[in-house]
């Protein structure tokens, strides 16, 4: 007797592309070295080395201090320090204790019985600031003898600053600012490896186009694929920051929770590049030209998004075009959740910027895509 026929399970195809996508992953050891190992030796290089945080020292100012002496106008045209102003004092202090200023300065201005003026610089800081503290005390002191020099002979201006106020907070550790560069480093260039030469090799060999004569739905084809590298980069991820956290003292502000929403981070990360290497693989003509592509995209990135040190090294116009990168927007994100405690909804101009540039890859991906 003749079986009636049954509905397609676009379910169980979905699954099982999924799964054969995974177990291939798996089957090429050299993925597992370049998404795990690398990044692990990268984050103990790095995090070895000193400040990371770039050579611009953020300082804001009291109410009272005064602005009209000469060592407010040196501090003023230091080209390491960026004097910064805020009407809110509450929020001044949030930044200070989260560590994006280095230390809040009051500037105090006496005459003696002589009518002869000094200058007393007080110093506030917190253990979050600990990375840049030690090496800002140094450039302040030479500020100081820079600017009584400039007044030998005068004697107008004595000026002496104080052993700075340390509060303690959270400590900023190198690691800190070096994990989460490395996690986006790590998923920029795996994902888009991976994805741009399976997808150029499955068309190369005629799979996709029996997949799309089949009863499958594309988008099932694609996602199936696209999941399987999607779960093998949360894993690696998940690999990176237990490791940085357990073994380096990595920040987790809220634990698990703040781990979780790195990876919430990671997975609209993913998505994105998943669709690079969507057209990638679609434009490139052979396989030889397809690290040509990755490296084009990728290695600006990797400069330019401060991933190994703060894009404030850079002048200022292209501090604008670094800012627009998505993996600036990635790294600001996870650098936020993890140290500074803050939430997803918390980074929402970074995940809008990624989400902008989420949609431009797809439309670009959807009208270069190639099944044969």
Known sequence: MEQPNQKYSQTKALWAITKASFKAIFANPSAIIFSVLFPIIFILIFGAFGNGGGVTYHVALTENSDTSNFFYAGLKQAPAIRVLRYADTSLLNKDLQKGKITAVLSIVTEKDSLQRSSTKVFVRSTTASANTLGSFMPVLDYLRLKIENAQAGERESLITIAEPEIKEVRKYRQIDFILPGQLGFSILFSTLFGIAFTFFGLREQLVLKRFYASPVNRINILMGIGMSRLFFQLMNVIVLIFFGHYVLNFTLVNGYATAGEMLLVTVIML?????????????????????????????????????FFSIEVFPGWLQEICRVLPLTQYNDAMRKIAFEGQSVFDCGREIGILAIWMLITYAIAIKVLKWE
Request: glycine share 10%; charged share 5%.
């Open 271 to 307: 998505f994105q590049l998943m669709g690079v290497g969507l057209i990638f693989s679609s434009i490139s003509k052979s396989d030889t030209s397809i690290p040509l592509l990755i490296n084009l995209y990728g290695f600006p990135q990797m400069m330019l998004s401060g991933t």
